[in-house]
Every structure is written in structure tokens, then in C-alpha cells.
Antibody, heavy 129, light 110 residues
Framework: QVRLQESGPGLVKPSQTLSLSCTVF??????????WSWIRQHPGKGLEWIGY???????NYSPSLENRISISVDRSANQFSLKMRSVTAADTAVYFC?????????????????????WGQGILVTVSS | QSALTQPASVSGSPGQSITISCTGT?????????VSWYQQHPGKVPKLLIY???KRPSEVSNRFSASKSGNTASLTISGVRAEDEADYYC??????????FGGGTKLTVL
């Protein structure tokens, strides 16, 4: 049973960079059937997809955040990370990391990200001076 | 990329069936059978209920079912119970290999 665990500072100052890591336990991040994703939830609000990464380094970001974020992978540590630049109070949220199951085409020539089947516990990040 | 549209709230009495809709566009729900649904109790982690429109993980009760028609997906809970009171989110694969969530629906069991 895979388990994901977020880590990082719970408090970030405005205009600084938010940095979070997600460690994957009980399974390898090197798996062709999964991508690895970040999702956030503002206090009292809904879920917002941030982006995902494949173990090879292929990434895809939410258009609304792509100019401020980067997601990277450390295969040796079985981790992936999120960096978000120039944060403001509007970035205060619970940040979840999650595993994304892919669905392969009938020919097996390509896959698409499909659903989040395992989640970390989430980490509250507050942006405040 | 706009969020999928869900009703803010629905309610039902124990034993009743309720349905939550999730409306997208021809670029997401309408084009792909990659709709999933999640249940989130307050302060808890979202839990996968449904994937690929209507498939249910083995550990999820068969009281939860889902379907899709055109640009709209639907989640139905049969025989609603008090423990079903939670927030429900739909999610779809969309254009540009992105993922998009609905705004969430709060289910109140009367």
C-alpha cells in the first residue's frame, strides 16, 4: 500500500518561494502507470489541481499557475517537489500530494492521466509576514 | 480552463437517493471518459469514489454509482446514510493533458 507524505515549512513570507516535498513510501516513483501531482485547497474552499510530473521529468501545470510554479522529481529519494514563487496571502492553503493513475490507449502507445488514487495527509501552508 | 460546475449543496433524508451533477464542456467531460469523483469529510483527505466515469474501487460501497451524458457527469448515492454527509468533488481530464476539478457539493443528510 503506497503512502505519500508532504513536508516543508508551514509558514512562508509574502513574495518568497514556497517549497514542498512529497516522499513516496511503499512503492517506487519509477512506475509507468502513475504520475505524481500537487493539489491545493484554500481554507473552506474546493480542490485545485496544481500540476503533475512523471518520473522521467515530464511535467504539466495548471494554466492559472504555470508562470509561478515548478515541479521536480528526485528518483533516488523517491520524492517529488513543488516550488511556487512570489507567493501572496492568496496562496495560503492545504497542499496535498497525490498519485495519479494513468489509463493507456488500446494500442498501448500513449496514456492519459485519469484519477487520484492515493493522497498525502496534506500540509497547511500559511503565507504571512 | 474553467472549473467544472457542481451545485453548491444538495440534501436528502436517510434512505433516499440523491444525485450530484457535474457539468463541463466538450473539451473535458464531453470528450473523455476520464471523470472521477471524490468524497471529503471535514478536515480529512479526499477519497476516491468513482473513476473512469462509472468504475468503483473495490472498497467503495455499491451505494455509490455514476454516469455521464454529453458534457455532464452525475454521481448518485442510493440509500443515503448519515456518514455520507461530506463534500463531493468531480474531476475530469481536459484539454492540454490537464486535470480540472468541480467546485464541490456539500451533501447534508437531513
Amino acid at each position: 500500500q503506497v503512502r505519500l507524505q508532504e513536508s516543508g515549512p508551514g509558514l512562508v513570507k509574502p513574495s518568497q518561494t514556497l517549497s514542498l516535498s512529497c516522499t513516496v513510501f511503499g512503492g517506487s516513483i519509477r512506475n509507468d502507470d502513475y504520475y505524481w501531482s500537487w493539489i491545493r485547497q484554500h481554507p473552506g474552499k474546493g480542490l485545485e489541481w496544481i500540476g503533475y510530473i512523471f518520473y522521467s521529468g515530464t511535467v504539466n501545470y495548471s494554466p492559472s499557475l504555470e508562470n509561478r510554479i515548478s515541479i521536480s522529481v528526485d528518483r533516488s529519494a523517491n520524492q517529488f517537489s513543488l516550488k511556487m514563487r512570489s507567493v501572496t496571502a492568496a496562496d495560503t492553503a492545504v497542499y496535498f500530494c497525490a498519485r495519479v493513475r494513468t489509463v493507456w490507449s488500446g494500442s498501448g502507445s500513449y496514456s492519459r492521466v485519469a484519477h487520484f488514487d492515493s493522497w498525502g495527509q496534506g500540509i497547511l501552508v500559511t503565507v504571512s509576514s | 480552463q474553467s472549473a467544472l460546475t457542481q451545485p453548491a449543496s444538495v440534501s436528502g433524508s436517510p434512505g433516499q437517493s440523491i444525485t450530484i451533477s457535474c457539468t463541463g464542456t466538450s473539451s473535458d467531460i464531453g470528450s473523455y471518459n476520464l471523470v472521477s469523483w471524490y468524497q471529503q469529510h471535514p478536515g480529512k483527505v479526499p477519497k476516491l469514489l468513482i473513476y473512469e466515469v462509472n468504475k468503483r474501487p473495490s472498497e467503495v460501497s455499491n451505494r455509490f454509482s455514476a454516469s455521464k451524458s454529453g458534457n455532464t457527469a452525475s454521481l448518485t448515492i442510493s440509500g443515503v446514510r448519515a456518514e455520507d454527509e461530506a463534500d463531493y468533488y468531480c474531476c475530469s481530464y481536459g484539454g492540454g493533458s490537464t486535470l480540472v476539478f468541480g467546485g464541490g457539493t456539500k451533501l447534508t443528510v437531513l
